[in-house]
């Protein structure tokens, strides 16, 4: 009996792992017939012939390397969650459970730098080289590595922490209390994310001029006040340029890529940031992060049952259900695709608060500006002209760049 619960249970597990793989494929085919289609006629000047085949070369490359880190991801998360290398690995540690969690974050942490480093070298110092893009260094590659490990280990332990303690004071109702505990820390490291960019890249403030003049103007106008308006130094790391607001309520602290304020015009950079702005005025940043939220339920609930149920910790040589094996199993990417499909709902809309922010920037008088600075980012940048509409409806949270194109063209010619 016992020993068929377990394979039972190890099934489970490898057909979740598995759905993840048949996911992934699904998207690499359907992208791959779409790449041989003519691009629709708003963007098929963007890409010359000679740009489009570089394009097509940098999307198989990106593609395939990302097969490939996934093919590894699976073959890794398989060997954690289908063996009882886990029990092993928990009760051949000292201390209790927090000292356990503890080691265990940093053996899983460097087991995962230790696979993924090669991955991103790869994609760093040889695709993005390869086409131009990549400016970091060595140095300060691994000092990126080094530091997302040991952010990585300090978050995953106070979210560990937040479980733990839920569990100690409600017993089997600490599910509730663990999602409360997990929607507050997401909220907090969302009002800090300007702390931890800090981390990685220096931000001066906007030098005095007319484009520091007309951003304040237009959030003024819109009743929010500006903290500062900084310019991060992204080109020691890419020649890609983005931008993004933050900060909370009305007081908010826009970011600009120096690439983007050295490449684009004033009134192309005034168009992104007046796109930005609407989604503070729609609220939708808040909407999106009540959203995302809603991830953490399955998470929660299969840590409930793994408490619960101590059959499956058994199953994988556990003596009795433990806190850390329920957190590693939920957050360990058993789940992966349950988020994956949680987010396409999600996604849909994400791309109707998107096509919102366009309309709005257009009715601020920005209309062809906004168009000119996507062109140029998505060409910047050899994004795909032409993604397959279901991949847009699975996993995209902005519409294709025709899409935006066509809505832009739509309302100038409505309110000629």
């Not at 929660?300 to 556990?318: C, D, Y």
Request: proline content about 3%.
């Amino acid at each position: 009996m016992k020993a068929s619960v377990t394979n039972m249970t190890k099934t489970v597990f490898l057909i979740l792992l598995l759905s993840q793989l048949a996911f992934r494929l699904l998207l690499h085919r359907l992208s791959a017939k779409q790449v041989d289609k003519p691009l629709p006629e708003s963007v098929a000047d963007i890409y010359d012939a000679d740009e489009y085949a570089r394009w097509r070369r940098y999307n198989a490359k990106t593609d395939m390397l990302s097969l490939i880190s996934g093919g590894i991801s699976l073959i890794v998360n398989i060997f954690l969650f289908c063996t009882n290398v886990l029990s092993w690995l928990y009760y051949a540690l000292p201390g209790g459970e927090i000292a356990k969690a503890i080691l265990i974050f940093l053996i899983m942490t460097g087991v995962d730098t230790l696979i993924s480093l090669p991955i991103e070298y790869v994609f760093n110092f040889r695709i993005e080289a390869e086409f131009g893009f990549n400016r970091i260094t060595p140095a300060t590659f691994l000092a990126d590595a080094v530091k997302n490990a040991v952010v990585g280990v300090i978050l995953n332990f106070v979210i560990f922490l937040l479980v733990y303690g839920a569990y100690a004071l409600f017993g089997a109702y600490f599910g509730i209390a663990a999602f409360l505990g997990i929607c507050i820390f997401v909220f907090a490291m969302s009002a800090m994310s300007s702390v931890f960019m800090k981390l990685f890249n220096k931000f001066t403030p906007l030098e005095e001029g007319d484009l520091r003049t007309t951003l304040c103007t237009m959030f003024a106008e819109a009743g929010f006040r500006l903290k500062d308006i900084y310019v991060m130094d992204a080109s020691k790391r890419t020649t890609k340029a983005n931008a993004y607001c933050g900060g909370i309520g009305k007081f908010k602290q826009i970011v600009i890529f120096d690439n983007l304020l050295n490449h684009y015009s004033d009134a192309e950079i005034t168009a992104v940031f007046a796109h930005e702005l609407a989604h503070f005025k729609h609220r939708d940043t808040t909407k999106m992060t009540l959203f995302s939220l809603l991830n953490f339920l399955p998470i929660v609930a299969m840590m409930t049952v793994l408490m619960l149920v101590p059959e499956i910790a058994q199953s994988f040589g556990f003596a009795e259900p433990s806190i850390l094996f329920a957190f590693y199993v939920a957050f360990g990417g058993v789940l992966d695709i349950v988020g994956r499909l949680i987010s396409i709902p999600f996604n849909c809309i994400s791309r109707a608060m998107e096509r919102k922010a366009d309309t709005f920037a257009c009715q601020s008088g920005y209309a062809d500006a906004l168009v000119s600075a996507l062109r140029k980012l998505h060409k910047d940048s050899l994004a795909d002209m032409n993604p397959h509409p279901t991949v847009v409806a699975l996993t995209a949270n902005h519409p294709p760049l025709h899409e935006r194109i066509a809505l832009a063209d739509k309302w100038c010619q409505k309110h000629k």
